[in-house]
Nanobody, 123 residues
Framework: QVQLVESGGGLVQPGDSLRLSCAAS????????MAWFRQAPGKEREFVAA??????RTYYPDSGRFTISTDNAKNTVYLQMSSLKPEDTAVYYC??????????????????WGQGTQVTVSS
């Protein structure tokens, strides 16, 4: 049974940085790709970032303030967020797939999901 467990969320002020972690219960080499999504209240789940495991290529919806990375030795994927804004407030989810995703930003492309971690940006 594959489990993804996010951590690192919390309450921060605008302009702060925060790093989220997602620990996988299986060795990450079994995943083709891992990703981060977020969902704010009343909104659809939104693609944040993805990384292809075999070469570390990353995918983002835009050139922004977030960086995804992996540490294979720790079976962990990270999301480094900087210059946070109130509109970044959401539950952040880690996701993974063992096959090439049909769309990097499509939530349906990912088979495994964590429970989510809340990020609140407020002064």
């Amino acid at each position: 049974q594959v489990q993804l467990v996010e951590s690192g969320g919390g309450l921060v002020q605008p302009g702060d940085s925060l790093r989220l972690s997602c620990a996988a219960s299986t060795r990450t080499f079994s995943f083709y790709a891992m990703a981060w999504f977020r969902q704010a209240p009343g909104k659809e789940r939104e693609f944040v970032a993805a990384v292809r495991r075999n070469d570390g290529r990353t995918y983002y919806p835009d050139s922004g303030r977030f960086t995804i990375s992996t540490d294979n030795a720790k079976n962990t994927v990270y999301l480094q967020m900087s210059s946070l804004k109130p509109e970044d407030t959401a539950v952040y989810y880690c996701a993974a797939t063992q096959v090439p995703p049909s769309g990097w930003g499509r939530s349906g492309s990912y088979d495994y999901w964590g429970q989510g971690t809340q990020v609140t940006v407020s002064s």
